[in-house]
T-cell receptor, first 114, second 113 residues
């Protein structure tokens, strides 16, 4: 079985641009969550989606948005990129809505803003 | 409010000696607690989870953790360290009343030969 897949694996963008990151969950998983991991720090929760609805949001500005599609895949969008948005963006999926049984993480998208 | 505190940013042990990585949590609700490991340039891997069943939880690769409600702790242990255990370890809390996942800052484990 395929794990959580994220695309692209690496990305370089210029300040002010927009970026879209994509995530495909494990087959049968209906919950997807997004995290930002800045170098040397723990992942910070951005969003969680379950059954195509936003169920949780972390302390990120409105420049960050996401959605979940009918096939449970998800996109994370970031507008007006700042240098500080440079990070590893991780997607995780779980079968249940609240992740009580743990999440399976993808390998991440490394975003560099120059 | 929820929070997770990993008490050591770095831990160094010799191969074959015990490992202790400390984690304290704060949660207004009954928490689900997890330990994840992240090897360099790799994704996060679930080591073990506590979800209000047995308080002593066994995970992969010989790791285990004990949930102590009175101390609000969920420390990770392993009887004998192996070189391949060198990695970053994250303690994570998810409270069952919501959908927010909180990671600790991480503990870097070094294993000396």
């Amino acid at each position: 079985d395929a794990g959580v897949t994220q695309s692209p694996t690496h990305l370089i963008k210029t300040r002010g641009q927009h970026v879209t990151l994509r995530c495909s969950p494990i087959s049968g998983h209906k919950s997807v969550s997004w995290y930002q991991q800045v170098l040397g720090q723990g992942p910070q929760f951005i969003f969680q989606y379950y059954e195509k609805e936003e169920r949780g949001r972390g302390n990120f500005p409105d420049r960050f948005s996401a959605r979940q599609f009918p096939n449970y895949s998800s996109e994370l969008n970031v507008n007006a990129l700042l240098l500080g948005d440079s990070a590893l963006y991780l997607c995780a999926s779980s079968s249940g809505g609240q992740g009580r049984f743990g999440y399976t993480f993808g390998s991440g998208t490394r975003l560099t803003v120059v | 409010a929820q929070s997770v505190t990993q008490l050591d940013s770095h831990v160094s042990v010799s191969e074959g000696t015990p490992v202790l990585l400390r984690c304290n949590y704060s949660s207004s609700y009954s928490p689900s607690l997890f330990w994840y490991v992240q090897h360099p340039n790799k994704g996060l891997q679930l080591l073990l989870k506590y979800t209000s069943a047995a308080t002593l939880v066994k995970g992969i690769n010989g790791f285990e953790a004990e949930f102590k409600k009175s101390e609000t702790s969920f420390h990770l242990t392993k009887p004998s360290a192996h070189m391949s255990d060198a990695a970053e370890y994250f303690c994570v809390v998810i409270h069952t009343g919501g959908f927010k996942t909180i990671f600790g800052a991480g503990t870097r484990l070094f294993v000396k030969a």
